[in-house]
């Protein structure tokens, strides 16, 4: 399937209800050709409205973390394991997840990344591991098939304010932007 093919089957997708009170399927954005992808969970309101993801105040603060890495955002490709917002920003279903993977893994044949850093419990739980805890595990890495994982926190649990948590989260992204370097450097 091609990019824009895909992009289209998405956009009308019925697989789940969802897709009957979205605005906006939120494909993805970025690099085609990225070496890191982040995988988020699922857009919220204003990501729905522009379909686009991570554009609202997490998005924002996603941004911070890759400006102070030194990662450009046009770079990397950034996708949600939904593409359609549920309702009132409740954790994806997971036959919601079962139905619209099928979306990310084609996303992620099309791109081969080398790096796939998820966003979050949500997205590692299905990526990674099912029992995967991200306060102990966020910033370890594995190699799964041709690509590296890691998980971060969610941005929107930094949002939060748990100092902690932040710092936590600045050293895991110095450690993406050096692996990134690394293989941006190979190619
Ligand atoms: N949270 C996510 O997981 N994805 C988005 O696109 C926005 C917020």
Not at 57 to 72: M, S
Request: aromatic letters at 8%.
């Amino acid at each position: 399937m091609t990019w824009e093919e895909l992009e289209q089957k998405c956009k009308s997708c019925t697989l789940c209800p969802l897709g009957l009170t979205k605005t906006n399927t939120v494909f993805g954005a970025g690099n085609k050709n990225a070496i890191l992808m982040f995988v988020g969970e699922a857009p919220g309101e204003s990501e729905d409205k522009m379909g686009i993801p991570f554009v609202g105040r997490a998005g924002k603060l996603l941004d911070k973390y890759l400006e102070v890495v030194e990662i450009p955002r046009e770079d990397v490709y950034i996708a949600n394991m939904l593409k359609c917002r549920p309702p009132k920003n409740r954790d994806p279903e997971e036959s919601e997840q079962d139905q619209c993977i099928g979306y990310l893994r084609e996303q992620v044949r099309l791109i081969k990344p080398k790096m796939i850093v998820c966003l979050g419990r949500i997205s590692a739980m299905r990526l990674i591991k099912p029992d995967y805890k991200i306060t102990k595990e966020h910033g370890t890495w594995v190699k799964k098939g041709e690509f590296e994982m890691s998980a971060v926190y969610h941005p929107s649990l930094l949002l939060r304010g748990n100092v902690k948590y932040k710092e936590e989260m600045l050293a895991d992204m110095k450690e993406v932007a050096r692996r990134y370097r690394q293989y941006k450097q190979s190619t």
